[in-house]
């Protein structure tokens, strides 16, 4: 039933996905301009990575919800569109 462009086309958007998510990894490591001014300096290398791994942290939640409301979405239009055919 699928043609050989919807395959590509789905592979294609797979490896897109993938390159994103990898991507949105290697930029987690930021801190905020004023976190970063609050514990700038040598002495307080322990609080920044702590602090450094808490903005992480709070910033995987909101994707996570995204990726499974997105998730939940696609499974229902596959479903209907399952039925209607």
């Not at 939640?61 to 499974?68: D, G, K, N, Q």
Request: glycine letters at 8%; aromatic letters at 10%.
């Amino acid at each position: 039933m699928h043609t050989k462009n919807q395959t590509l086309n789905s592979k294609f958007q797979r490896i897109i996905f993938g390159i994103c998510i990898f991507l949105i990894g290697i930029s987690a490591n930021a801190q905020c301009a004023m976190c970063r001014a609050a514990l700038g300096g040598d002495s307080n290398t322990k609080k920044a990575e702590a602090v450094n791994d808490g903005i992480v942290y709070l910033m995987v939640i909101p994707y996570l919800l995204v990726i499974i409301i997105g998730y939940l979405i696609y499974k229902m239009y596959k479903s209907k569109k399952k039925k209607a055919v």
